[in-house]
């Protein structure tokens, strides 16, 4: 089994425990209001909190705690053992999860500590250099379980000061649903004091922390813990990396894998390190890499650029043998949220190959950048793996990673690596993933919708991310998908190439503007952000074998020559019926329809001649959105999106000229304020909708 965190040994020893809690200890801080100083004399001298060192120059702690004085600045107190004396440093806040609104007139506004939406998290960066120990962070999303325990460590007020303390609590459950940003581990057993919130909880079996205190029971015992793993939620940058320093996530992490690794294999100090406190915990019994090799994987892994998308990453995952589906909420985006992903696969002997062909395809990975150290690191991480695999593994998988590593050396150029994976084969271009977003309307409830977000592959799977099926008013749409939508982006998205987000809606509201949604109030629409089409979700009837071909070859049509535009409800300024189904099958497949009048709310005869659209068997049509006026002259209408679908060329390249007209709207261009209010409908019959009505398959 690769998991190296099982529940540790029975028999481990109260010094091992108490080790343990003094490592947690000495990384955990307390955060100030900067205004108001840091005296340890009660909660008057700005105390808002705790919060812990995650890496060299990081503190993790809770939104609702650093956020809470005027601004983002901080203050942070730490003391790093008994005697050694309290020292201060000023940080700010670099990234808090969810953002408040700008427009707020303070962070007080947006949430308390019981109010602060999920995951309610922060990461402040010190303004000066100190030294400071660091937790260690698992790797893989918290253990949701009942029946088990967490230690817990943070400050609060004993005697009118403040003072640090530490406990243990037992794990009842969760709060929240599945895939809910907002999920925690439910704690009981014990009185959470106040000030400890944002401290760290750990397990005291693995060794490692698994989640930031967010609540108390308020007149009970226990609260809530929010799991690290939701800082993969943090933003992701809209270009490709350059630097390390360009991604708050990668940064933070190869900074605490490499601050491990060089503790554990430095000859100064005689402390013992948090791999020797797992040892003694038991954590790598019978476990494919012992507590001290997997520090040390780490390090190497650290040393390397990070994988160019969440995408790029899940795409090599599953291609290694016997590794089926590694998605889980929120998806791994580091090399070694990719590495933590691996422990829910069980392979017996094979357990290390696996990680060792899991090494071999980073080293053979697309980089984003490179520096003048990354082949010196490909090398080390080869000779970590070939040193693994002469102590323990077959001649026959020793000969095939020295294969790889021979072909992984002559590959320099990234256009290389792309196409030549070290397992299996990468889809071929424009097979990427999409974001399908499914809404159904609930008839009893006017304008209220259940909804589901999945990610859909080039095979025609559909895995999903999160669905409610609670209902959802229509003006809430936007705030109640986004993070399930910004998750969703994450796994498909590549750098400078956005997916595409299908919305799949009954077809009498197609008109429906989720290409206008804003995900946050500081974000643009999502339409100008990338490609938005609309898909019918109503059930037609089943297609005779000659309907099926002559549909086939309308759309195979549409992607292999230049397609033409038609419009079919308007001639001179005037209204006209769509025509008859005979008469649209008689158009030329690479034929794209206009409705030119297809308006806001479409009345009957409107939504009949899109149904003799759809039905006429064309999958991709413009529909023009906004008030339809007699009066309007819509001939500069007619020409601009003749000489828009004749631009495009194929059907695969449509949706992105839209995007692009969205996007010129939006930035005051005025020869494209024709298209405002056009939506693509764009019905992909290789891409079958889910079954109306059933929840997305689970993988």
Known sequence: MIDGYGRGAPGASDETRRALMDLVMAATVRIHDPAHGYAPEGPGGGFLGSGFFIAPSWVLTCAHVAMQGEGRDVTVVFEIGPGSGESSVAGSVVAALPEPPRDALSARSFGSPGSWPGPDLALIRLGRPVEHPCVYVTERPAAFFGGGQVFYSG???????????????????????????????????????????????????????????????????GGTSIGVERLRSLPVPAAMAG????????????????????????????????????????????????????????????????P????????????????????????????????????????????LELVLRYCMSVISAERPYVTHSTPAAEEALWDWVKRMADDRLSREFRNEITRLWSAARHRTDRAQRRASPAYGERPVDGEGPFVLLELEPRGWERDSYDWRVGVARHTGEVLPVREDSRGTPGQELPVRLAAALTEAFRRCDEPDNPAVLQVAVVQAQLGLEVDRWQLSPDEPPLGTVRPVVVRSSNQEP??????????RARWNRTWSVAMRAEVLDCEDGLRVPVPTEEDLRALAHETVPVLCRYGDRPDGETAAGLGRVVRGGFHIALLRRGEDRPDIVCADFHRRAVDTVAEAGTADQLPRRIQELRRGVRAGRAEMYWSDGVALYYDDPHHPLPGSGQLLEAP
């Not at 649903?177 to 004091?193: K, T, V």
């Not at 750990?202 to 609540?215: C, I, N, Q, T, Y």
């Not at 089943?542 to 549909?551: H, I, K, N, Y």
């Open 243 to 306: 630097a390390e320093s360009d991604d708050d996530y990668q940064a933070l992490f190869h900074a605490h894998d490499r601050y491990h690794a060089d503790r554990h294999t430095s000859r100064v100090g005689t402390g013992r390190t948090w791999a020797d406190v797992q040892s003694g915990l038991g954590a790598g019994a019978d476990r494919a890499l012992t507590p001290q090799q997997r520090i040390l994987l780490l390090g190497r892994l650290a040393e390397l650029p990070p």
């Open 542 to 551: 089943p297609l005779s074998e000659d309907e099926a071909r002559e549909r």
């Open 308 to 351: 160019v998308s969440t995408h790029s990453l899940l795409d090599l995952l599953v291609r290694l043998p016997n590794v089926h589906s590694v998605d889980r909420y929120p998806a791994p985006r580091s090399w070694r949220d990719g590495l933590g992903a691996l422990y829910e696969t069980r392979g017996g002997e094979a357990a």
């Open 155 to 221: 400050w609060t007020e004993v005697g009118g000061r403040l003072k640090r303390l530490y406990g243990q609590c037992a794990v009842q459950g969760t709060v929240g649903g599945w895939a809910d940003p907002d999920e925690q581990m439910r704690l009981g057993g014990d009185i959470l004091p106040p000030g400890v919130s944002g401290g760290p909880t750990v397990d005291p079996a693995r060794g490692e922390v698994v989640g930031v205190l967010k609540s108390q029971l308020v007149g009970g015992l």
